[in-house]
């Protein structure tokens, strides 16, 4: 069945170039103009990949990403944008962009990147069976369901800060570094976009340690990067 690719783009002739060469790889290209009416396409239908220009009439890219992520959207998110600057990036990461493409851009390297996110979407979560389940110190992960329980009482989490947590509780004791985190959970193996995982790291213990100020379950190691602790229950 041919992938779903919604693009959000409001030059006409950006928007022809990129349906031409996706159509001509075999994926379904469906295009908006504007933000409002893009993100009640994604509200209505079920798409695999968003291509999505961060200025757009209506609402911009990166309201439109945010909103996505803060409902639990976990469809991958290309971002257009004509910012270049590495604070513009990581702040479209931190919203929930998978990756980026700078203005004017190569439309082979646009292609490559859409397989690649595709790709690695259907390769997400490696190693946990739908079914799997974590249990450590009143938390309860469940795998399958995207659903997370600290003490007992549900906790609202991002897509990617879903993916993080699970990353880290898939493998209790192992120590990340940052960049290993960046390449597992957004695809990235970038220098400079530490900011992205120590605020994402932040925000997940603020929400699922007793005491985010002495933290138990994700732990720092100094010079190197984070840990879940070892002790830890998976169940079927």
């Known amino acids: 069945m041919s992938r779903r690719i919604l693009l959000l783009e409001d030059s006409a002739d950006i928007a022809a170039l990129i349906e031409f060469h996706l159509t001509d790889l075999g994926y379904t290209v469906t295009k908006e103009p504007d933000g409002e009416t893009g993100l009640h396409r994604l509200v209505c239908e079920s798409f695999d990949l968003l291509i999505l220009d961060w200025m757009l009439p209506g609402r911009d890219g990166l309201e439109i ?32 962009a998978d990756d980026f493409l700078t203005k004017p851009f190569s439309i082979m390297e646009l292609c490559a990147r859409v397989k690649a996110l595709i790709r690695r979407a259907d390769m997400a979560t490696p190693g946990l069976s739908a079914s799997d389940c974590i249990q450590m110190d009143g938390l309860h992960i469940d795998i399958g369901r995207h659903e997370v329980l600290a003490q007992g009482v549900p906790v609202t989490l991002t897509a990617k800060e879903f993916d993080l947590l699970a990353c880290l509780a898939r493998h209790p004791g192992q120590v990340f570094t ?49 840990k879940f602790h070892d002790h830890v229950a998976h169940a079927a």
């Open 178 to 226: 940052r960049a290993q985190l960046l390449e597992q959970v957004w695809g990235y193996g970038h220098d400079g976009y530490d900011h992205t995982v120590n605020s994402h790291i932040n925000r997940l213990r603020n929400k699922i340690e007793p005491d985010p100020a002495n933290p138990q379950l994700i732990l720092t190691v100094w010079s190197v990067g984070y």
């Open 65 to 96: 990403c945010r909103e996505l992520r803060a409902k639990g959207s976990r469809v991958p998110i290309l971002m257009l944008t004509a910012r270049s600057s590495e604070i513009d990036r990581v702040l479209g990461l931190e919203m929930g």
